[in-house]
């Protein structure tokens, strides 16, 4: 009888999940141009306030600026975003800023290769090191 009553409330306290189509879930491209324009001014004023901390002496936190900024702006209007991305960055329209999002997408991928690369580079030096040591006794490898 425990059995039953334990079954019961297990199955009482399962969430019956709402099948909700693929299409319903995107984000609406409008949505997607408002996150775009925020992510564009975020990296913007980030590097700026970045490069003030460098120079002030000060460490900045990038990630407390990230989620801070998307808090700040996440409920702006796209014009109020657009007004800021053309005052404080001279971008002037959606084109000048996809353009910006573009060149950021490409910077950081050049600087994730860079990492990659080092992280290859780091690999092999740890390999060689590894065929120099394979013959000794005492090291002991897990899978």
Same mark, same amino acid.
Do not use: C
């Given at each position: 009888?425990?059995?039953?009553? %334990?079954?019961?409330?297990?199955?009482?306290?399962?969430? =019956?999940?709402?099948?909700?189509?693929?299409?319903?879930?995107?984000?609406?491209?409008?949505?997607?141009?408002?996150?775009? %324009? =925020?992510?564009?001014?975020?990296?913007?004023?980030?590097?700026?306030?970045?490069?003030?901390?460098?120079?002030?002496?000060?460490?900045?936190?990038?990630?407390?600026?990230?989620?801070?900024?998307?808090?700040?702006?996440?409920?702006?209007?796209?014009?109020?975003? %657009?007004?800021?991305?053309?005052?404080?960055?001279?971008?002037?329209?959606?084109?000048? =800023?996809?353009?910006?999002?573009?060149?950021?997408?490409?910077?950081?991928?050049?600087?994730?290769?860079?990492?990659?690369?080092?992280?290859?580079?780091?690999?092999?030096?740890?390999?060689?090191?590894?065929?120099?040591?394979?013959?000794?006794?005492? =090291?002991?490898?897990?899978?």
């Amino acid at each position: 009888m425990v059995n039953t009553n %334990v079954r019961k409330t297990a199955k009482a306290s399962r969430k =019956i999940e709402r099948h909700i189509p693929a299409l319903e879930r995107v984000m609406t491209y409008q949505e997607k141009v408002h996150l775009m %324009v =925020i992510e564009v001014l975020r990296e913007e004023s980030g590097r700026e306030l970045a490069a003030a901390a460098r120079f002030n002496g000060q460490e900045f936190d990038w990630d407390k600026h990230n989620s801070q900024f998307r808090k700040d702006y996440v409920n702006t209007p796209l014009k109020e975003l %657009v007004n800021y991305a053309r005052k404080l960055y001279g971008l002037n329209n959606l084109d000048e =800023i996809r353009d910006r999002r573009a060149s950021h997408k490409a910077a950081r991928s050049k600087r994730m290769d860079g990492l990659n690369g080092l992280s290859s580079n780091s690999d092999d030096l740890i390999n060689d090191d590894f065929e120099q040591d394979e013959y000794d006794e005492d =090291i002991e490898i897990d899978d």
